[in-house]
């Protein structure tokens, strides 16, 4: 099946404030997975042939095209293989301002693209909440949200998870008519949420 790079963009971007970016690093494994196999498909090589432009057995391809992590050496062999002469070229800085233009323009053609398709939405930044400050300021200051517990949660992370969401729009229902003491005092009744079960279990999206 022929790479679709587009499809691609979320694996291989990163995520910042809420907003997906094209900000890649070119050595990491999903990335040469992406690339390798973008590559070898454009000249149409099997991958026996890449395998053997390379000096690396067909497992390896399978590998490297799988995103599995691979040594420095097999990525300059790798490197040469796909026909590059600077065989650190995944790490030269004009080859990753190329791909981060490439990415870039892939990512405003997907944006266009959904743009087109769905001409009456909206678009909405979006924050995982990480903080009894930042649930309080969803009751406070949030015109809207959307509470959900993801379906593979353990039971009991999903009854923590309802027990904050009520108490929640509870306290959302009453923002307006408490003083500022009552309103710091709920949110530190909230806590710090810093451990790794309540991170699994609070996913409250905060739309402004």
């Known amino acids: 099946?022929?790479?679709?790079?587009?499809?691609?963009?979320?694996?291989?971007?990163?995520?910042?404030?809420?907003?997906?970016?094209?900000?890649?690093?070119?050595?990491?494994?999903?990335?040469l997975a992406f690339w390798t196999k973008c590559l070898r498909e454009t000249s149409h090589w099997s991958q026996e042939a890449l395998a053997a432009a390379s000096g690396l057995d067909v497992r390896s391809i399978q590998r490297i095209e799988a995103g599995h992590p691979i040594s420095v050496t097999t990525r300059r062999v790798l490197a040469r293989g796909l026909g590059y002469d600077n065989p650190d070229v995944f790490e030269d800085p004009e080859f990753i301002k190329g791909m981060h233009a490439l990415f870039e323009g892939l990512?405003?053609?997907?944006?266009e693209d959904v743009q087109k398709q769905f001409p009456d939405h909206?678009?909405?930044?979006?924050?995982?909440?990480?903080?009894?400050?930042?649930?309080?300021?969803?009751?406070?200051?949030?015109?809207?949200?959307?509470?959900?517990?993801?379906?593979?949660?353990?039971?009991?992370?999903?009854?923590?998870?309802?027990?904050?969401?009520?108490?929640?729009?509870?306290?959302?229902?009453?923002?307006?008519?408490?003083?500022?003491?009552?309103?710091?005092?709920?949110?530190?009744?909230l806590g710090p949420q810093d451990n790794a079960r309540s991170r699994r279990a609070w996913r409250p999206v905060h739309a402004a």
Do not use: C, W
């Open 1 to 31: 099946m022929p790479v679709d790079p587009v499809n691609l963009l979320p694996s291989i971007g990163a995520e910042k404030e809420g907003h997906m970016t094209t900000d890649i690093d070119t050595k990491d494994p999903k990335f």
């Open 122 to 189: 909206i678009r909405v930044s979006i924050s995982q909440v990480k903080s009894g400050d930042g649930l309080a300021r969803i009751a406070y200051e949030a015109s809207s949200y959307l509470f959900h517990a993801d379906d593979a949660l353990s039971d009991e992370a999903k009854e923590t998870a309802a027990g904050i969401f009520d108490f929640l729009r509870d306290l959302g229902d009453i923002a307006d008519d408490i003083s500022f003491a009552d309103r710091l005092g709920y949110q530190r009744s």
């Open 107 to 111: 990512r405003k053609i997907q944006d």
